[in-house]
């Protein structure tokens, strides 16, 4: 079975700039997942998607970070403007429903904010 | 809000030492808890999920206990290999509606030498 996609696997941007990040989940799993982990620390959940719902997302930046799950499949991050401090590696993972909980995750994308 | 811990920090061994990771949570009202594998710029590999109602669980080298009253977990690994060098995450998933939602732990950078 193939595992979570994630692309690009390297991104460096200036701050002000905008990027985005692609997630493809595991086929059949309803719910998805984007995290952040600062170097040295744990992963943060960003947003919980179930299909194309957002099931939670308080504490995702919303004046500058933005997400979507369009068709309840792919989805994309977007940062817009970035800052310094949003320098990390930005995780998706994904399970088969909210009550199955072993989440499967991507290999991640490695933000550098210059 | 929940608060998880792990210690130590880093931890280095000669190969074929059995050794134990410790994980502390403040919040014992937990769905499950779950450990990863981090590998270096890449994501996280489930190791073991123990549910709330659950005391321990088994896999290979690897044994992981809950004790939920105390709010504290441990892994233990039997016969360190070199090829277990990696960091060690533990999460826990709250109670109530919010399943998906896993709280993180700073991770345990373990370092096998030969």
């Known amino acids: 079975e193939a595992g979570v996609a994630q692309s690009p696997r390297y991104k460096i941007i200036e701050k002000r700039q905008s990027v985005a990040f692609w997630c493809n989940p595991i086929?059949?799993?309803?719910?998805l997942y984007w995290y952040q982990q600062i170097l040295g620390q744990g992963p943060k959940l960003l947003i919980q998607?179930?299909?194309?719902?957002?099931?939670?997302d308080s504490q995702l930046p919303k004046d500058r970070f933005s997400a979507e799950r369009l068709k309840g499949v792919d989805s994309t991050l977007k940062i817009q403007p970035a800052k310094l401090e949003d320098s990390a590696v930005y995780l998706c993972?994904?399970?088969?429903?909210?009550?199955?909980?072993?989440?499967?995750f991507g290999p991640g994308t490695r933000l550098t904010v210059t | 809000k929940q608060e998880v811990t792990q210690i130590p920090a880093a931890l280095s061994v000669p190969e074929g030492e059995n050794l134990v990771l410790n994980c502390s949570f403040t919040?014992?009202?937990?769905?499950?808890l779950q450990w990863f594998r981090q590998d270096p710029g890449k994501g996280l590999t489930s190791l073991l999920l123990?549910?709330?109602?659950?005391r321990e669980q088994t896999s290979g080298r690897l044994n992981a206990s809950l004790d939920k009253s105390s709010g504290r977990s441990t892994l233990y690994i039997a016969a360190s290999q070199p090829g277990d060098s990696a960091t060690y995450l533990c999460?826990?998933?709250?109670?109530?509606?919010?399943?998906?939602?896993?709280?993180f732990g700073q991770g345990t950078i373990l370092t096998v030498h030969p």
């Open positions: 086929s059949g799993h309803a719910t």
């Open positions: 999460a826990v998933a709250p109670g109530g509606t919010s399943y998906g939602k896993l709280t």
């Open positions: 919040d014992s009202a937990i769905y499950n």
């Open positions: 998607f179930q299909n194309n719902g957002v099931v939670d």
């Open positions: 123990i549910q709330s109602s659950q």
């Open positions: 993972a994904s399970s088969l429903g909210s009550v199955l909980l072993e989440q499967y």
